[in-house]
């Protein structure tokens, strides 16, 4: 197959020059410098009394905040199911405000069957693509960890790494597995020393790096030419036309 001649000379007739932008080094500058810690939401998927997930979610939240961040957690005793509730519920609203109050979150959970736990799942479930036109979790970084009862496996971390995606997320390239968990966290739920704990604060400075960097640009580098064309009052009244909410 012969290689076009640069440059092309066959236009583009298939884009909206009206939506179309070249994206510019200065744009990615922060609009207004922001004077406040970075913000950082801890998600973990147990339950349970001691959890290894909430201990490794501790730990994380330790470093964050010894690097300058501010850390909150959410707990998700008295979440309900996923449709087993409205949206209105009082836990699945303190979730959402949490995410919309975040900068950069943590995930954590204890590899169960093979894959994250159904407490993990639920939390991510609960958080919608969009509410309106804010997105609880477009744009903001994400760290991904987990805890596991045997050998080292990445099942829960590659699934995180696949919702975090689908949220619309920056998923940072570190992680942390943790096997064996009763072995790492001592009878305080504090991890002992050693190449497993180094990973952990190795990923929660890659986390706080990236949020530096994204924090304030977020709505830039996520905003999209597809939704900048969707969003025009005219495509607005055909997708509505479509479904059957307003008359050609």
């Known amino acids: 197959m012969d290689k076009p001649q640069q440059p092309f000379l066959d236009g583009m007739p298939n884009l909206s020059e009206a939506h179309f932008e070249v994206p510019k080094a200065e744009r990615v500058q ?5 004077d406040h810690a970075p913000r950082f939401l801890i998600l973990y998927g147990s339950l349970r009394e001691r959890s290894f997930s909430r201990f490794l979610a501790n730990e994380a939240a330790r470093l964050l905040e010894a690097m300058g961040g ?15 509730a409205a949206a209105d519920h009082p836990k699945v609203q303190e979730l959402r405000q949490l995410s919309l109050w975040s900068e950069g979150q943590v995930w954590v959970s204890p ?20 509410e309106g036109s804010v997105r609880p979790t477009q744009g903001r970084t994400l760290a991904v960890m987990q805890v596991s009862g045997g050998s080292q496996s990445f099942n829960a971390v590659n699934s995180l790494r696949v919702l975090g995606r689908w949220m619309r997320m920056i998923t940072i390239p ?38 530096q960097l994204t924090r304030g640009r977020a709505d830039y580098l996520v905003d999209r030419y597809s939704e900048r064309k969707e969003l025009e009052p005219e495509r607005l009244r055909a997708v509505a036309a479509d479904v059957g909410f307003v008359k050609r």
Request: glycine letters at 6%; charged letters at 25%; hydrophobic letters at 35%.
């Open 30 to 34: 922060a609009s207004t410098p922001l």
């Open 174 to 211: 570190n992680q942390s597995s943790v096997p064996m968990a009763y072995k790492e966290f001592d009878d305080a739920g504090r991890m002992k020393p050693g190449l497993l704990y180094d990973r952990v604060v190795d990923v929660c400075e890659e986390l706080m790096k990236f949020t």
């Open 111 to 130: 590899e169960r069957h093979g894959n994250l736990t159904g407490v993990m799942k639920s939390q991510i479930d609960w958080l919608p693509l969009s």
């Open 70 to 84: 501010e850390v909150r957690f959410y707990h998700a005793h008295g979440l309900p199911l996923p449709d087993d």
